[in-house]
């Protein structure tokens, strides 16, 4: 091996080396986007989450109205429809 071959293989490794730094530096940037990305979704999981409590008590909340005053919104249709009529 002469020294053209040394500065060859030299020249060789040092742009593996390169490569090599710049291939950790864009798989960390990778990892940040990952994780950032990863940090809204559970973000908007948990938001969406809550709306979704908000809403079945809601719902819960109509359902039982509901049944309090059936009676009386019966009434109110039945009188309603002999009008009507």
């Known amino acids: 091996m002469d020294s053209n071959d040394a500065s060859y293989f030299a020249e060789k490794v040092s742009n593996l ?8 530096s ?6 940040t986007v990952v ?3 990863l940090r809204y979704l559970n ?11 908000m809403l079945s ?3 819960d909340e109509m359902v039982q109205h509901i049944s309090e005053h059936d ?3 019966k009434k109110i249709f039945s009188g ?5 009529s």
Do not use: A, P, R
């Not at 080396?17 to 950790?24: A, N, P």
């Not at 309603?80 to 009507?84: H, M, V």
């Open 57 to 59: 008590k809601g719902l």
């Open 71 to 73: 009676s009386e919104i």
């Open 17 to 24: 080396e390169k490569e090599e730094l710049e291939f950790l």
């Open 35 to 37: 994780k950032s990305t």
């Open 43 to 53: 973000s908007t999981l948990l938001t969406v989450s809550e709306y979704e409590k």
């Open 26 to 31: 864009l798989s960390k940037e990778q990892v």
């Open 80 to 84: 309603t429809s002999i009008l009507l």
